[in-house]
């Protein structure tokens, strides 16, 4: 079974963005446990850990947050260039 595909780059910068948040408005990885009914794991594997993220748990702490996902989504990445799709490589 191949690994699990991880985008650590990307990774990093969410949870950086998560963190910050929850700097900012104070709250500990308790309270985000207190609002999300995660387990304090969960919590930290979110916040702080190293593992990919599910989009369900993204969107709990965000809204223990009080912010909308688009803010923590807010950035670019680099796309590569593709080949054409394959109904259009026939000739290539």
């Known amino acids: 079974m191949p690994e699990q595909y991880i985008d650590k780059e990307t990774l990093g910068v969410i ?4 963190w910050e948040r929850a700097k900012s408005i ?3 990885l308790e309270d985000i446990e207190d ?8 919590v930290y594997r979110i ?7 599910s989009v ?4 709990a702490v965000c809204k223990a947050l009080e912010i ?23 000739n290539l």
């Open 35 to 42: 609002r999300t009914g995660f387990s304090y794991s969960q």
């Open 47 to 53: 916040l702080r850990g190293k593992n990919n993220i």
């Open 68 to 90: 909308q996902p688009k803010v923590i989504f807010d950035f670019e990445v680099n796309i590569p260039k593709y080949l054409p799709a394959r109904k259009y490589r026939k």
């Open 15 to 18: 949870r950086n963005r998560l």
């Open 26 to 28: 104070e709250l500990t």
């Open 56 to 59: 369900s748990g993204l969107v």
